[in-house]
């Protein structure tokens, strides 16, 4: 059965960092697209980034609203991604959720894409 579990969320102040981590188990694939999005309360979900399994890292994906202050991260040999998370704002704050899918990324982050999420981790970002 494949988990997907979250950790890191935390409060914090603007300009704050965090660090998000995720952790996929159970699962046999080759390689799989690991994604990140967030939901603000009465907003949509959000994309933020996905990125591939692809060793060298170079098929990472980020949404363009996030910038350089967020950095996508993966540890294939730990089943891990990670969301470096810089210079926060209190528009960050919202429940950040993991995603994993087998196979490759698209080219566009699109959570109908995911079929396994995790439960989410809330980041609260207070001025």
């Known amino acids: 059965q494949v988990q997907v579990i979250e950790s890191g969320g935390d409060s914090v102040q603007s300009g704050g960092s965090l660090r998000l981590s995720c952790v996929v188990s159970g699962h046999t694939w080759s390689r799989y697209c690991l994604g990140w999005f967030r939901q603000a309360p009465g907003k949509a979900r959000e994309a933020v980034a996905h990125?591939?399994?692809?060793?060298?890292?170079?098929?990472?994906y980020k949404t363009r609203a996030m910038g350089v202050r967020f950095t996508i991260s993966r540890d294939n040999a730990k089943n891990s991604g990670y969301l470096q998370m810089n210079n926060l704002e209190p528009e960050d704050t919202a429940t950040y959720y993991c995603?994993?899918?087998?196979?490759?990324?698209?080219?566009?982050?699109?959570?109908?894409?995911?079929?396994?999420w995790g439960q989410g981790t809330q980041v609260t970002v207070s001025s």
């Open positions: 995603a994993a899918d087998p196979g490759l990324c698209g080219t566009v982050i699109d959570s109908r894409d995911f079929v396994f």
């Open positions: 990125i591939d399994s692809d060793p060298d890292g170079k098929r990472t």
